[in-house]
């Protein structure tokens, strides 16, 4: 079964700073899908970043790019230029093709806050 | 609309109560899904639709819980017998996929807090 982590239950950054946020994952599936979503206290979802397993460069959205390690189902976002609006919950999720629609496995979350 | 609405966004039931949660997708979205989002942890898949067809229940967490999308749009999440382990978000999103080959985005609503007495 596939399987997302985050150890990371809490982060904090300083404004302006660069932050790191880990996710493991486990699938036995050579082709799928991963994604960063914001969560906002107000609750609504926003993807921030999404990279394709096939595609072996990392993606990036200006402030925000990831770290890709397939070999290691590694999946780290980073934040450059931490501003205060960046503060809220980070989830991991996965998505296999094969699976009917593609829903999304969602890991258990990064707190993050700024400081100012 | 814009985006996708949910209603209520609170609801307070007592034990026992049947509750009836509603979801707008976006206009058009073929694929609509729900997830249950417990306090401090990430949601959890619980049913998706594509169009009016049911194709995956395999997270509803016991048979309270039924779901339907009648006409491919509007989609409603009803819980029967509310029970305290029922307190949660409700997510709905909805996406335009239409193959399994591409990524489309979901897009996800406001969610529903249900709180059980």
């Known amino acids: 079964a596939q399987t997302v982590t985050q150890s990371q239950p809490e982060m904090s950054v300083q404004e302006a700073e660069t932050v790191t946020l880990s996710c493991t994952y486990d699938?036995?599936?050579?082709?799928?899908?991963l994604f960063w979503y914001k969560q906002p206290p107000s609750r609504q979802m926003i993807l921030v970043i999404r990279?394709?397993?096939?595609?072996?460069q990392n993606a990036t959205e200006n402030r925000f790019s990831v770290n890709f390690q397939k070999a290691a189902k590694s999946f780290s976002l980073k934040i450059s230029d931490s501003q205060l609006g960046d503060a809220a919950m980070y989830f991991c999720?996965?998505?296999?093709?094969?699976?009917?629609?593609?829903?999304?496995?969602f890991g258990q979350g990064t707190e993050l806050s700024v400081k100012p | 609309g814009a985006g996708v609405s949910q209603s209520p966004r609170y609801k307070v039931a007592k034990r026992g109560q049947d509750v009836a949660l509603r979801c707008d997708p976006i206009?058009?979205?073929?694929?609509l899904f729900w997830y249950q989002q417990a306090l401090g942890q990430g949601p959890e898949f619980l049913t998706y639709?594509?169009?009016?067809?049911?194709?995956?229940k395999s997270g509803l967490p016991s048979d309270r819980f039924f779901a339907e999308r009648p006409e491919g749009s509007v989609s409603t999440l009803k819980i029967q017998r509310t029970q305290q382990e029922d307190s949660a978000v409700y997510l709905c999103?909805?996406?335009?996929?239409?193959?399994?080959?591409?990524?489309?985005?979901?897009?996800f609503g406001p969610g529903t807090r249900l709180t059980v007495t």
């Open positions: 206009s058009g979205h073929v694929s």
């Open positions: 999103a909805s996406s335009a996929l239409r193959g399994r080959t591409r990524a489309y985005e979901q897009y």
């Open positions: 639709f594509q169009n009016e067809a049911q194709l995956d």
């Open positions: 699938t036995s599936e050579s082709d799928y899908y």
């Open positions: 999720a996965l998505r296999e093709p094969g699976n009917q629609g593609g829903k999304l496995i």
């Open positions: 990279q394709e397993a096939y595609k072996q």
